[in-house]
């Protein structure tokens, strides 16, 4: 009789969050999974096809702590420019912590998810890190009074999160250096 494993998903999901974070999604596989988990391969498999529909419940477990944090923000007693710049430094720091999950965001195409409806993996992802951005962005326009046009608006608050991505990849062991930069270029954007 097979033993029974409580919580085994969770264990999967844990285990596979942890190679992820880790390693590159190539670097990953099912039977490394497994072996961290604990089970045969055969039972992952029961869980999971594939690696790739893993991958796509790790990224989005794995965000959902992130966004309860970014949405906290919003409802603490502060100015809107403090909010901002908590905002910033979380979503930086969540970001260079994932290593391998946050490498996924960058191969995808900013631009693209204002026309493509993508709900899966880093497409999802991206998308809800733009709309929370977009959030707080109209948050300090109306706290502030700030008049921005729509064109340098769009680009604006696409290109925030790819600011992020590229200066943690560009400069990863200057976090204080880099996140003290953002919020100077972002609420210089906003002046």
Same mark, same amino acid.
């Given at each position: 009789?097979?033993?029974? #494993?409580?919580?085994?998903?969770?264990?999967?999901?844990?285990?596979?969050?942890?190679?992820?974070?880790?390693?590159?999604?190539?670097?990953?596989?099912? +039977?490394?999974?497994?072996?961290?988990?604990?089970?045969?391969?055969?039972?992952?498999?029961?869980?999971?096809?594939?690696?790739?529909?893993?991958?796509?419940?790790?990224?989005?477990?794995?965000?959902?702590?992130?966004?309860?944090?970014? $949405?906290?923000?919003?409802?603490?007693?502060?100015?809107?420019?403090?909010?901002?710049?908590?905002?910033?430094?979380?979503?930086?720091?969540?970001?260079?912590?994932?290593?391998?999950?946050?490498?996924?965001?960058?191969?995808?195409?900013?631009?693209?998810?204002?026309?493509?409806? @993508?709900?899966?993996?880093?497409?999802?992802? @991206?998308?809800?890190?733009?709309? @929370?951005?977009?959030? #707080?962005?109209?948050?300090?326009?109306?706290?502030?009074?700030? +008049?921005?046009?729509?064109?340098?608006?769009?680009?604006?608050?696409?290109?925030?999160? $790819?600011?992020?991505?590229? #200066?943690?990849?560009?400069?990863?062991?200057?976090?204080? #250096?880099?996140?003290?930069?953002?919020?100077?270029?972002?609420?210089?954007?906003?002046?």
């Amino acid at each position: 009789m097979p033993k029974i #494993i409580k919580n085994l998903k969770e264990k999967i999901l844990i285990s596979a969050m942890e190679l992820f974070n880790d390693f590159k999604y190539k670097d990953v596989t099912m +039977s490394g999974i497994a072996k961290k988990t604990g089970i045969a391969v055969g039972t992952l498999y029961n869980y999971y096809p594939n690696k790739k529909n893993l991958f796509v419940d790790v990224f989005k477990m794995s965000w959902e702590e992130t966004f309860t944090k970014l $949405d906290a923000i919003l409802i603490e007693n502060i100015t809107f420019r403090e909010k901002l710049d908590n905002f910033i430094e979380i979503l930086y720091t969540e970001t260079a912590n994932r290593k391998g999950l946050g490498e996924e965001l960058l191969k995808v195409d900013a631009f693209k998810l204002t026309n493509v409806d @993508r709900s899966n993996g880093a497409f999802g992802i @991206r998308k809800e890190i733009y709309e @929370r951005i977009e959030n #707080i962005i109209e948050e300090i326009k109306k706290e502030e009074n700030l +008049s921005v046009s729509p064109n340098f608006e769009l680009r604006f608050k696409k290109n925030i999160f $790819d600011y992020i991505l590229a #200066i943690i990849k560009a400069f990863p062991d200057e976090k204080e #250096i880099n996140i003290e930069y953002l919020k100077h270029l972002i609420n210089s954007a906003l002046i």
